[in-house]
């Protein structure tokens, strides 16, 4: 499945935990809390344009609304109080599969992934691919399932700029 990552910054970072130093340092993995004042503290989120359904995580992308938001029982697109129910606006709303925020208890993205690719690419990816699978739930519709490991973190499907034959191929 295709996802979309976004950084946000928090007051409440969960070590290890990215955070932004300055500038010229970049984006890196910190152990614990730095004593620099102006050290920024994030948290990466996966986002898709799956349905959302009760108990979710959603980001709006709506101009006033900022912030993560859980999709409520009666809400048919997951939208609270501080979120527009109008039909159009839909489109905004966008269902977080992954985050290294784990107060959310939602599968997690793997560090060492955050250090060989988001680190070392100071966040420059545009688009991830995590693994899912389909099951049936007891009323005998199929749902597809994020795939995490036995950490509990999503599984990163890896990818490549460009492909060749022999990749395609599987003897």
């Not at 969960?14 to 503290?41: C, N, Q, T, W």
């Not at 699978?133 to 597809?144: A, D, H, K, L, N």
């Amino acid at each position: 499945m295709k996802c979309y990552p976004m950084l946000r910054p928090t007051d409440n970072p969960i070590f290890p935990s990215l955070v932004m130093g300055s500038p010229e340092l970049g984006l890196r993995i910190a152990s614990k809390r730095f004593g620099m004042d102006e050290a920024v503290y994030y948290h990466l989120y996966f986002l898709s344009d799956r349905e959302i359904k009760s108990g979710d995580y959603m980001k709006s992308y709506a101009i006033d609304a900022d912030g993560l938001y859980q999709s409520k029982v009666d809400d048919k697109y997951g939208n609270g109080n501080q979120m527009r129910t109008a039909e159009s606006d839909k489109k905004y709303l966008w269902k977080i599969e992954a985050s290294t925020d784990p107060s959310l208890s939602i599968p997690l993205i793997p560090i060492n992934w955050m250090e060989e690719e988001w680190v070392k690419k100071q966040g420059n990816i545009k688009e991830v691919y995590i693994n899912t699978y389909t099951s049936i739930i007891q009323t005998g519709v199929w749902s597809t399932k994020v795939s995490k490991d036995q950490q509990g973190c999503v599984i990163i499907i890896p990818t490549k700029d460009s492909w060749n034959r022999d990749n395609l191929f599987v003897e």
